[in-house]
């Protein structure tokens, strides 16, 4: 084995003031996870207990294993908007009698769990996650259906929960729909196209169109029992398959569907014993500077990360701006990129090109770790082929078939984050670190450019650049577009699954790792034309 070698050292400034750095980010942070588990607030979240009901982090709480890991995904979903942080929704991957399952739960103290356009993306996404990782799916369902102000922008893309709930199905992956109150209009298809349906007594309520909807259509007169109630649903329209007593009798039947599933994880098991790095995890808080400029050494990262901190380099004296090589995260193998100066040149295009492709050959999973400002720019650069071998990285980052993770430890800009595999090259995971910042390119370089191009189209007409005017413009764009790359903003917009702690991404990767083996994990040897 190789012990990979951290030269960080935990006594020194630069250290401090990282660790100091990222603490406040995580601060900041934690300030808005808050927000999401205070769900509707407290008006809200009184009046729902006084009901008699448990809240929706309570039923996941019962619903998985006990001590069981959660691994929450885009808690921070509609952060930025006029909605509340989570969306009205809670999303994750949870164990239930040792069955790895995507679980979705309502959030009806948040405007009585209606779907806004956060709601939606993220609901989508967990069912990304849910087909690509061979998930069963396991919907805690009470909602109002769709939020109705914003019609416009759910009605016609929300139409996807539904086909994927049935595609899922189609797929031989399980989906499980436990109805804890509510589930109105759309929402009546959510049970009405999962493999599994439990009601409760009393509670359930399950219709097409609610009493003043039906009167309106048909004059007809009718009340939510009768229209939709459990009872109903189980004896008459069997729309329910099972009738529970109370909400903790449904979780019960759900756990005991999930247990005759007689699931079987289709991906190799562990190769080896899980071994705990030799690096102190906890010295992941004082790797990235706060200035995003001073380079740092990923492998500092890497000893932390890995079993055992053992990491087989691969080329590490060709394109020593990206490192590569192989290692295992709880006993599952990985082959890793992780940018080390910033910059992607030829060399590490061409190295990241061949490593994929072994990743491939040997059916080996990838982590990405994000810190890079993109591909060199420069006429020396352009005349060596930049584009073509950038093009190269990102064809064998498109076409792998192994599954892929990225992690935003640092910058990722530009082309960079695509090569690296970026949100659009459908990593299986996303998460950034609080210290990362995505866009175009950095907020300084971005201003400066348009001053260049709005100077220079001034100068075309004759005109004389107002100085002052011109500064102004600068430092309002580069505020805008800083806001705009942090992580917080970003994970609002669902273009990562949740802003993790540095200090738990090993124990993030791992359940990844585990969740990922669900399927079967296979690479390719087709590419397309790779441009030499
Ligand atoms: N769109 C937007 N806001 C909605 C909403 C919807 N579909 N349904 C409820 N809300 C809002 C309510 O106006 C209320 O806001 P307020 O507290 O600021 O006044 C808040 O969400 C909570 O609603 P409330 O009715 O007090 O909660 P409840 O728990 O007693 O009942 C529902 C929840 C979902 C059963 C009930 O609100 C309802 O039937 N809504 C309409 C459902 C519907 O017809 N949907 C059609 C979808 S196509």
Sequence with gaps: MTVVRSTLDPAAD?????????????????????KALAGGGEKYVERHRKRGKMLARERI??????????????????????????????????????VECLIVANDPTVRGGTSNPWTLRKILRC???????????????ESGGADLPTQKEVFIPGGRMFRDLTRLSAAGIPTI??????????????????????MIENQSKVFLGGPPLVKMATGEDSDDESLGGAEMHARRSGLADYYAADEQDAIRIGRRIVDRLNWRKQGPAPVAEVVEPRYDPEELLG?????????????????????????DEFKPEYGSSLCTGWARIHGHPIGILANAQGVLFSEESQKATQFIQLANRSDTPLLFLHNTTGYMVGKEYEQNGIIKHGSMMINAVSNSKVPHISVLV?????????????????????????????????????????????????????????????AGMKKMIEAQIEAESVPAFLSGMLYDDGVIDPRDTRTVLGLCLSAIHSGPVAGTSDFGVFRM
């Design 61 to 98: 709480e019962l619903l998985v294993d006990e001590d069981s890991a959660f691994l929450e995904l885009c808690p921070l979903a509609g952060y930025g908007s006029d909605f509340a942080v989570g969306a009205s929704v809670v999303t994750g991957i949870g164990v239930v009698e040792g």
């Design 177 to 198: 729909a436990l109805v804890f109150g509510n589930s109105t209009a759309g929402g009546a298809y959510v049970p009405g196209m999962s493999d599994h349906v439990v």
């Design 127 to 141: 069912n990304d996650i849910a087909l690509q990782n061979r998930l069963p799916v396991i919907s805690l369902v």
């Design 14 to 34: 630069g250290y401090r003031d990282a660790a100091a750095a990222m603490t406040a980010k995580l601060t900041e942070i934690g300030a808005e996870f808050d």
């Design 287 to 311: 790797i990235v500077p706060a200035d995003l400029k001073i380079p740092f050494n990923p492998r500092d990262v890497i000893a932390r990360i890995v079993d055992d901190s053992d990491f």
């Design 410 to 470: 640092g910058a990722s800009y530009g082309a960079g984050h695509y090569g690296m595999c970026g949100r659009a090259y459908d990593p299986r995971f996303l998460f950034a670190w609080p210290s990362a910042k995505s866009a175009v390119m950095g907020a300084a370089q971005l201003a400066g450019v348009i001053s260049l191009v709005s100077r220079a189209a001034t100068e075309a007409r004759g005109g004389v650049v107002d100085e002052e005017a011109d």
